[in-house]
């Protein structure tokens, strides 16, 4: 079964409108965390956003938050008034165990465009 | 300068060569990884380090070996290369909240 499942290869979305990328987890692990990475056509990958397993609220980074259902094991990345730079791929990944286990599963990422 | 940085970041060889393909940090992190990036695979693990001299198998280690004699270095090197092995190579490091930073990449074509 895949760890990580997100099942928008591309989205299209007007400028300024907020966006929702989908990622679904799979792991018996009672601790683990979840992140999101922007890929640019440059190429570079950007961290953009994490949340803990154990962490009471969703977490948020300036336009970026992250909408952490744990019983429905998913862990969504809005983005808020989307902006053309915001046009990129994007990767939810996971890590799992306690520390020492730094190794991540990522998925096969969503293409995101906005248009203006 | 501060960060992760990676060379080459364009490779060319042939069927069999050996290559290798550096990656540098100046954090100290103690985690380094090594992943690679095809279409439609998203990132693969190929292998991480937990410390100098401390090594493991990924996901996709085969015709790939690491070494990590000093924290701050973790070359990747093909012994072999194979066509199947053309791909773009990403090495990161972990910071304390888990996060991984990344290298500007290698793109790598075995013709």
């Known amino acids: 079964a895949q760890k990580i499942t997100q099942t928008q290869p591309g989205m299209f979305v007007q400028e300024k409108e907020a966006v929702t990328l989908d990622c679904t987890y799979d792991?018996?692990?009672?601790?683990?965390?979840l992140f999101w990475y922007k890929q640019p056509s440059s190429g570079e990958m950007i961290f953009l956003i994490y949340q803990g397993s154990y962490d009471q609220q969703n977490a948020t980074e300036g336009r970026y938050s992250l909408n952490f259902q744990k019983a429905r094991k998913s862990a969504n990345l809005v983005i808020s008034a989307s902006q053309l730079g915001d046009s990129a791929m994007y990767f939810c990944a996971m890590r799992e165990g306690n520390f020492g286990n730094e190794k991540l599963t990522f998925g096969t990422g969503t293409r995101l465009t906005i248009i203006p | 300068d501060a960060g992760i940085t990676q060379s080459p970041r364009y490779k060319i060889t042939e069927t069999g060569r050996q290559v290798t393909l550096m990656c540098h940090q100046t954090?100290?992190?103690?985690?380094m990884f090594w992943y690679r990036q095809d279409l439609g695979h998203g990132l693969r693990l190929i292998y991480y380090?937990?410390?100098?001299?401390?090594?493991d198998k990924g996901e996709v280690p085969d015709g790939y070996v690491v070494s990590r004699s000093k924290t701050e270095n973790f070359p990747l090197t093909l012994e072999s290369a194979t066509r199947s092995q053309t791909s773009v190579y990403f090495c990161?490091?972990?910071?304390?909240?888990?996060?991984?930073?990344f290298g500007p990449g290698t793109r790598l074509t075995v013709t």
């Open positions: 380090s937990a410390a100098a001299d401390i090594t």
């Open positions: 990161a490091s972990a910071g304390p909240a888990y996060e991984q930073y």
């Open positions: 954090w100290s992190h103690s985690y």
């Open positions: 792991t018996s692990d009672p601790s683990y965390g």
